[in-house]
């Protein structure tokens, strides 16, 4: 069983940073591709970003290209998510993802919220 616990949400100014991470476990974990999803007050869950397993490929959401950051630590079974600039629209509870393969990626956890305050 698939278990991920978030952290590193919170309240922050717009144009701030926060470095979110995750931390799974009940995986083989340097197999999976891993991922983080975001869903907005009163919106459905949206892509945010994912990386392969070895850390070589990453792909984000036109949104926050350029000013977030996705890595991974196959030897702590974490994955990060560093986020910069931020928006009052990037203001979402944050999900943690894991898979197998891209199509495969699901949130687990029970996210972490992020605030930004305009």
């Known amino acids: 069983q698939v278990h991920v616990v978030e952290s590193g949400g919170g309240l922050v100014q717009a144009g701030g940073s926060l470095s979110l991470s995750c931390v799974a476990s009940?995986?083989?974990?340097?197999?999976?591709?891993m991922g983080w999803f975001r869903q907005a007050p009163g919106k459905g869950r949206e892509f945010v970003a994912r990386i392969n397993w070895n850390g070589a490929r990453t792909d984000y959401a036109d949104s926050v290209k350029g000013r977030f950051t996705i890595s991974r630590d196959n030897t702590r079974n974490v994955v990060y998510l560093q986020m910069n600039s931020l928006k009052p629209e990037d203001m979402a509870v944050y999900y943690c993802?894991?898979?197998?393969?891209?199509?495969?990626?699901?949130?687990w956890g029970q996210g972490t919220r992020v605030t930004v305050s305009s």
């Open positions: 009940g995986i083989s974990f340097s197999s999976y591709y």
């Open positions: 993802a894991a898979g197998m393969t891209v199509a495969a990626l699901k949130c």
